[in-house]
């Protein structure tokens, strides 16, 4: 039973454009949701999070906007560099969980 | 300054052996997390220690595998005879925080790739 999904394996952008990465979830009690970036051969890192009282949060290139009626958030990223190239990973979570659920990922790369 | 450790980074083991998987969390973090991840799929959340304390292992199987976060030393995830499906990516996290997952706090190991022939 996959709550959170990504949909897009693979996304291939030019360097300087926008990435956009999708995530649809199933849960309505998700409250909180977060995007990690994985590069090969380690482990997840955090990127930005949102709380669904809020329906954008900006930390420099990345954006993160959530749709709660439509359970869609995205990440865009702008402009996209090279070292952006990774695997991105969805996550959400609720209030009293003691565990995030994760989406498949999607692995961006950014052709220079 | 050390992050997450994961030892071992990969193991190989045949049908029917032990796997044990060692984490030691970043200096500080009291809150430690397993996550699984089968090929082709994200990551999955198994079980969650506090310091001597299982706090939740609903993601857990629930034979064959089992964790403990002893007052000294590592956390340690423990696969009994193991079997093909077994195979898969452990991560450990680790948090300072409670309900470290739900602030974006988990800070993640390199994993542990287990192989199962």
Known sequence: DQQVKQNSPSLSVQEGRISILNCDYTNSMFDYFLWYKKYPAEGPTFLISISSIKDKNEDGRFTVFLNKSAKHLSLHIVPSQPGDSAVYFCAASFSGANNLFFGTGTRLTVIP | ?117
Request: charged share 25%; glycine share 10%.
């Open chain 2, 1 to 117: 300054n050390a992050g997450v450790m994961q030892n071992p980074r990969h193991l190989v083991r045949r049908r029917g052996q032990e796997a044990r998987l060692r984490c030691s969390p970043v200096k500080g973090h009291s809150h430690v997390y397993w996550y699984r991840q089968l090929p082709e799929e994200g990551l999955k959340f198994m079980v969650y220690l506090q310091k001597e304390n299982i706090i939740d292992e609903s993601g857990m199987p629930k034979e064959r595998f089992s964790a403990e976060f002893p007052k000294e030393g590592p956390s340690i995830l423990r696969i009994q005879q193991v079997v093909r499906g077994d195979s898969a990516a452990y991560f450990c996290a680790s948090s300072p925080l409670l309900q470290g997952a739900n602030t974006g706090e988990l800070f993640f190991g390199e994993g542990s790739r287990l192989t199962v022939l």
